[in-house]
Nanobody, 121 residues
């Protein structure tokens, strides 16, 4: 069992930056692929980024967001820069036991409760 707790969301102006954190419980954190997803009001939850043996990003955030992890702290991060109003959403971190189908939200095993990010224009 893995429990995930996100933090770091908030209100920021367009062009600003935020760093989200996701703290995980469990001794096998380093073996999980860790993903970030987001869900805007009225929209489906969408893939943002994932870190496994490598990293992948959604085209909409490529070059602006950076995913990283610190296995000693059981934490994954999402550094967000050059934020846009369309980045406004609840951001969720998720854990996946196997390094397959990493972009598919339905394949993730554990989810956090989410943290709100609001970007004002």
């Amino acid at each position: 069992q893995v429990q995930l707790v996100e933090s770091g969301g908030g209100l920021v102006q367009a062009g600003g930056s935020l760093r989200l954190s996701c703290a995980a419980s469990g001794r096998t954190f380093s073996s999980y692929a860790m993903g970030w997803f987001r869900q805007a009001p009225g929209k489906e939850r969408e893939f943002v980024a994932v870190i496994s043996s490598t990293t992948y990003y959604a085209d909409s955030v490529k070059g602006r967001f950076t995913i990283s992890r610190d296995n000693a702290k059981n934490t994954v991060y999402l550094e967000m820069t050059s934020l846009k109003p369309e980045d406004t959403a609840v951001y969720y971190c998720a854990a996946k036991a196997y390094y397959t189908d990493l972009l598919n939200k339905r394949r993730y095993d554990y989810w956090g409760q989410g943290t709100q990010v609001t970007v004002s224009s």
